[in-house]
């Protein structure tokens, strides 16, 4: 594409070895299956795969074969060239960048009626769209994580026949589509389908640069660039041939590279020791051993080069647990190698328990108050039970999954059309005209296009829907005692994997001393939430309503924004509220917030940490006023516990 | 854009001056990325966004192309300029374009133009408001009341300055790059931390509490109401220098040089606020860039990095609970003083880059 002529170069990017390298693997072997870039903000993610363009190398494709078919692969050539077969011209051309935007909609992705040439001739011929762009090509999606779930499937579908098969809007057709899969994401915006996560062959996570000479040098470069972009560009020429002349070096290489059964064994127990799901996982690591090994200039694969692959292949295949912090853990590997070494069959043992630390932190904050840390507790499954009893079913749909549902108001996302099955204000035009075109030639009237009620097609749109969950979390002194923190925050914790599971926003409002405060608004991004929870001070008094209010005023603010949305409130405390909001008693006001919660429709939960032999039953009080299904903390996990036992754990 | 014609004079403003400053520093120099400011009601917020309109400098673009390209920049051209064999350009004035919060997704990216398609029976592409936004400021009043969508929509677009699209039967790249000015009040909701680091700076703002200076921001409210016109008479020649300062500013820019030591302490500071990546580094460098040529000098200084690490970084350190989000200036110079310290031994000179 033209506009990337002036991109900022390859090699010029500092740092970050391990996202480039993955980089150059694809662009060597493309049978490796893209890559997963996942980071924080500003480090150079999308510059890094964008400037991936110009160091591509050609390969052979059918001359004026829209999916550039492979001349050399008989079997995967589109009906065109099939027909053509035997009188095929062939021609050289660079692999491109395909970008799929978020904002995709549907019939641009997979491909629709040819418009123009349905109205001119009235014919229907099938228009390619970004799927038969991206054949043998990259398709890049930047903020992966914030695609549509519909379109999510669809290149799911593509991805995993490498044929894109359209029945839609009268036309049928079918063409390859295999390409090289590239995203980047920013994990705090929210996760990835795992089967999503799992098309990409390789994936590598990045952080800033922590070295102040390295940071230096990402600015001198980036200043240079801004200046005198062709300055800059020209200076980095040479650096950008011979990293695009190593590559096909590499490319003529790969060809001859041998693996030994040892190494092959090797790999097998390492996928075997990291319990990854199928087969993937080993088939990638030694398509990707066998690229790095060409890409050192080797024909014969090492130890090393296994190593290598084993970090770029299990980082996004290994987490099973969500949430779980679990790094790709490098010993782990190095386990796998020595016993694969040593031809031990036996499975070990694993019995490297990590010690938490279950010492408290002390701090002092600048209130004068000290605040105490507390480990987390270890998550436990949670009943399902509580967090699903919605309140009023008939106002909304909610599929099993959880995720995205289609919305009957005109507030979302446009994906696709459909025929209405009654008069819709919502018309999907693009598809309304394509759905007249064919038929003009035996219509009249003044427009060149002519439409009738039966073409008339309305607009489905998307929109995120379903809980905002909102935690409200007393940090009060009294949930210090006896490591009460460290029970919370594991039920916390439970809760939130549940919520992930379900794709629910959720968010924080802590109280204590004499305020409350929002954490965390509500957000997609669960693992935030962990991170804000991790360093949740304990201490001060109990500020019960305030903290009540904000919790109504979060939800109240979220159902503003968003009308499809079902509130819901999580209390944890143990209600002995002990300061007031305005001049009436701290119980009473309590009392009265719980109230307004309740009245508001808000479906709540009190999760009562009052131990039970000083038991004052005030959190069973302000449950009875919020409406809120009570239970005891003990409770949340004794249940699930019960319900595991009889074998119906969710 | 007639509207803004009788808008209330930047210069007129009361107080605020870091909101000032910052909005000034964004049109000397567009690469700065934008600027977000959060205050409460009342602050004065939208005004001065809006009135910047006003002192935005002349640039040269492409006659009759609604993405206004740059004729300088051939590689940065839209599809249709590229076209075009010799390019007509003309001089305009740098403007405000505002995305409501109730946009819909295909007025914002770009959609098919339904009357040319129904009257032709052709496909044609319509620019959305990205389109318009191309070397202009994008302005979002309470940009946390944005829909989710659409900031997806707006992410996408800002990380790389190009708008790409594929929806509703038509496909098109168009150059999308924008300064991006928003406002909000905190008290109505967060902003997503990804959205936050696409802005350049941050300033947070509050209601004036000296006494006589509240008077005057009465007195002068009501005589721009009661008669605008003489008002905004008077208000000419303080807009017309700030005009200047901006453009001699800018001129003034490409020479301002930055020394090591400058960009050491920059990469010291960033490190020990613990920011995410690499952006908050390369704002705060080009941040203290322009503010010395807004200050009439060529060589960046340490009151510079100062003034601008207090901008760059309100936005961008990680959250801690029950703290102040303030950024702590203290610990700034602390910072500095480190590099300060560390420098002078392991450079016995310092070089200077300029351009």
Request: with cysteine; proline share 4%; net charge negative.
């Amino acid at each position: 594409m033209h506009h990337f002529d002036d991109i900022y170069p390859f090699s010029a990017i500092v740092g970050q070895e391990l996202m480039k390298k993955a980089l150059l693997l694809n662009a060597i072997n493309p049978r490796i299956g893209g890559v997963l870039i996942r980071g924080e903000k500003g480090t150079a993610k999308s510059t890094a795969a964008r400037a991936l363009a110009h160091l591509l190398p050609e390969r052979e494709v059918v001359d004026g074969c829209i999916f550039g078919c492979n001349p050399a692969d008989p079997k995967n050539l589109c009906d065109d060239c099939q027909n053509r077969i035997g009188r095929l011209l062939t021609t050289q051309t660079r692999m491109r960048v395909v970008e799929l935007p978020i904002s995709a909609t549907e019939d641009k992705v997979v491909g629709s009626l040819d418009l123009e040439y349905a109205l001119q001739k009235g014919e229907k011929k099938f228009e390619p769209g970004v799927l038969a762009k991206a054949n043998r090509n990259i398709l890049y999606v930047d903020e992966v994580n914030l695609l549509n779930d519909h379109i999510v499937d669809v290149l799911l579908d593509a991805a995993a026949m490498g044929v894109n098969i359209i029945e839609r809007e009268g036309v049928s057709y079918e063409h390859p589509s295999s390409f090289i899969l590239i995203g980047t994401m920013n994990p705090e915006e929210g996760d990835l389908r795992p089967q999503l996560l799992d098309r990409f062959g390789l994936s590598v996570e990045i952080q800033g640069i922590a070295d102040a000479d390295t940071r230096v040098e990402v600015i001198r470069r980036r200043r240079a660039y801004e200046l005198k972009p062709h300055e800059f560009i020209a200076a980095f020429r040479d650096e950008e041939d011979d990293l695009r002349n190593r590559i096909i070096r590499a490319q003529e290489l790969l060809s001859s590279v041998t693996i030994s059964d040892e190494m092959v064994h090797m790999i097998a127990q390492i996928c075997m020791d990291m319990a990854v799901d199928g087969h993937r996982a080993d088939i990638i690591m030694m398509k990707t051993a066998k690229t790095i090994a060409a890409f050192n200039g080797r024909i014969e694969v090492t130890e090393d080069d296994v190593r290598e692959a084993a970090e770029l292949v299990l980082s996004h295949r290994m987490r099973s647990q969500p949430l779980s912090d679990q790094q790709m853990d490098k010993d782990k590997i190095e386990e796998s190698i020595q016993k694969s070494q040593q031809q031990h069959q036996q499975p070990e043992q694993q019995e490297e328990q990590t010690e938490q630390d279950q010492k408290p932190q002390e701090n002092t904050t600048p209130d004068g108050s000290t605040t105490t840390q507390f480990a987390e507790g270890s998550p436990f499954k949670v009943n399902q039970k509580p967090l699903s009893q919605p309140r009023r079913i008939d106002s909304f749909k909610r599929d099993g999954s959880g995720r995205r549902s289609v919305t009957e108001s005109r507030d979302g996302k446009y994906v696709r059309s459909r025929i209405p099955d009654r008069l819709t204000a919502d018309i999907a035009l693009d598809a309304t005209i394509r759905a007249a075109a064919p038929h003009q030639k035996g219509r009249v009237g003044d427009l060149a296009v002519k439409i009738e009620t039966s073409d008339l097609r309305e607009k489905v749109r998307e929109r995120k829907m379903g809980n905002t969950v909102l935690f409200v979390v007393d940090a009060s002194g009294s949930m210090g005692a006896q490591q009460r923190m460290t029970a919370v925050k594991g039920a916390i914790l439970s809760l939130l994997i549940d919520a992930y599971q379900k794709r629910d926003r959720v968010g924080l409002v802590v109280f204590r001393g004499n305020s409350a405060e929002v954490l965390l608004p509500p957000t997609s991004s669960v693992e935030l939430a962990r991170k804000c929870m991790q360093n949740l001070p304990v201490g001060g008094k109990t500020p019960l309503a305030s903290g009540l209010s904000k919790g109504l005023e979060v939800l109240q603010r979220e159902k503003m924004i968003n009308a499809h949305t079902i509130p819901r409130l999580i209390l944890i405390s143990d209600g002995k509220a002990n300061v007031s909001m305005g001049s009436g008693a701290p119980l009473e006001d309590a009392t009265e917030m719980a109230a307004a919660i309740r009245d508001f429709g808000i479906s709540s939960i009190v999760i009562d940490t009052e131990q039970s032999y000083i038991a004052f039953g005030l959190a069973h009080k302000i449950s009875d006023d919020m409406g809120a299904k009570y239970l005891k903390l003990e409770e949340l996990q004794a249940d699930t516990i019960a319900e595991a036992v009889k074998g119906i754990g969710a | 854009m007639h509207h803004f014609d009788d808008i209330y004079p930047f210069s007129a403003i009361v107080g605020q001056e870091q909101m000032k400053k910052a909005l000034l520093l964004n049109a000397i120099n567009p690469r700065i990325g934008g600027v977000l400011i959060k205050g409460e009601k009342g602050t004065a917020k939208s005004t001065a966004a809006r009135a910047l309109a006003h002192l935005l400098p002349e640039r040269e673009v492409v006659d009759e192309c609604i993405f206004g390209c740059d004729p300088k920049d051939p590689k940065g051209l839209c599809l249709d300029c590229q076209k075009k064999g010799e390019l007509k350009t003309k001089i305009t004035r740098m403007r405000v374009v505002e995305l409501p919060i109730s946009a819909t997704e295909d007025k914002v990216v770009g959609s098919l133009d339904i009357e040319h398609a129904l009257k032709k029976g052709e496909k044609k592409f319509e620019p959305g408001i990205l389109a318009q936004a191309h070397r202009n400021i994008l302005y979002v009043d309470e940009v946390n009341l944005l829909n989710d969508h659409i900031v997806d929509v707006l992410l996408d677009a800002a990380a790389m300055g190009m708008n790409f699209i594929e929806r509703e039967g038509v496909s098109y790249v168009h150059p999308a790059s924008f300064i991006l000015i928003g406002t909000m009040n905190p008290e109505e909701g967060e902003l997503r931390p990804q959205l936050l680091d696409r802005f350049g700076l941050c300033v947070d703002i509050e209601g004036i509490m000296d006494a006589d200076t509240r008077v005057e921001v009465i007195r002068r409210r009501q005589q721009y109401e009661e008669h605008p016109e003489e008002f905004l008479q008077r208000w000419i020649e303080p807009e017309q220098e700030l005009r200047d300062r901006i453009v001699r500013a800018q001129k003034l820019l490409p020479t301002v040089s930055i020394s090591d030591e400058m960009l050491h302490v920059i990469a010291q500071i960033c490190i020990d606020m613990g920011v995410d990546g690499h952006r908050a580094d390369i704002t705060m460098m080009k941040t203290a860039s322009t503010i010395a040529a807004y200050q009439g000098r060529t060589e960046v200084v340490e009151e510079d990095v100062r003034e601008a690490a207090s901008l760059v970084l309100a936005h961008r350190m990680r959250r801690r609970p029950f703290s102040e989000q303030r950024m702590d200036v203290q610990k700034v110079d602390q910072s500095i003083q480190k590099t300060q310290t560390g420098h002078s031994h392991q450079h016995s000179h310092s070089h200077t880059h300029s351009h």
